[in-house]
């Protein structure tokens, strides 16, 4: 039972480099986040796909995109990496039914190192 | 938009003592609340939830009510055990939108 699977696990990234964060499920979940972690701060949400082909923001898009490639797949972008965006980030996904949520199920996270 | 307020931590409490984790929170319309819970190393698991006002969540000694008329969904549990040390967060999904949105988390202690 693979759940919700994302990679890397962990990346050192130059400031101004690219990257991908990659995520998928295999529950056929049709609602899918991510949220970064930092101390003191708690989860922040990102963005997040309420179904295929559709992306909102969260609490914190700046610098970031995203891409529900299909069900399965909701992929993060950091089109240009600062040190701001050194956290752990966790993908998630729930399904839900009659517009409430379940239980939200997470990735192992990854730990993104911004220098 | 919506909210959610819990206490800040750490908490810090001796084994079997009383435990109350405060969680308050905004939302518009009727929103479901959770607790879920990250224990050191590892990922964030759900602990309990409420989707309607007046609905108790119990898991694990674990209990948390759903009161609409102080917007809250505190955490209580009768006697902690050492194994409970973790980080507790407070999340809330509304019925409006699909965000799901979390507290800062209160990070708990507890002493043998």
């Known amino acids: 039972n693979a759940g919700v699977t994302q990679t890397p696990k962990f990346q050192v990234l130059k400031t101004g480099q690219s990257m991908t964060l990659q995520c998928a499920q295999d529950?056929?979940?049709?609602?899918m986040y991510w949220y970064r972690q930092d101390p003191g701060m708690g989860l922040r949400l990102i963005y997040y796909s309420a179904s295929e082909g559709t992306t909102d923001k969260g609490e914190v898009p700046n610098g970031y995109n995203v891409s529900r490639l299909n069900k399965r797949e909701f992929s993060l972008r950091l089109e240009s990496a600062a040190p701001s965006q050194t956290s752990v980030y966790f993908c998630?996904?729930?399904?839900?039914?009659?517009?409430?949520?379940?239980?939200?199920?997470f990735g192992e996270g990854s730990r993104l190192t911004v220098l | 938009g919506n909210s959610v307020t819990q206490m800040e931590g750490p908490v810090t409490l001796s084994e079997e003592a009383f435990l109350t984790i405060n969680c308050t929170y905004t939302a518009t319309g009727y929103p479901s609340l959770f607790w879920y819970v990250q224990y050191p190393g590892e990922g964030l698991q759900l602990l309990l939830k409420?989707?309607?006002?007046?609905d108790k969540g119990s898991n694990k000694g674990f209990e948390a009510t759903y009161r609409k008329e102080t917007t809250s969904f505190h955490l209580e549990k009768g006697s902690v055990q050492v194994s409970d040390s973790a980080v507790y967060f407070c999340a809330l999904s509304g019925n409006r939108d699909d965000k799901i949105i979390f507290g800062k988390g209160t990070r708990l202690h507890i002493l043998p």
């Open positions: 409420a989707t309607k006002a007046d």
């Open positions: 529950m056929n979940h049709n609602s």
């Open positions: 998630a996904s729930t399904r839900r039914r009659q517009g409430n949520a379940g239980e939200l199920f």
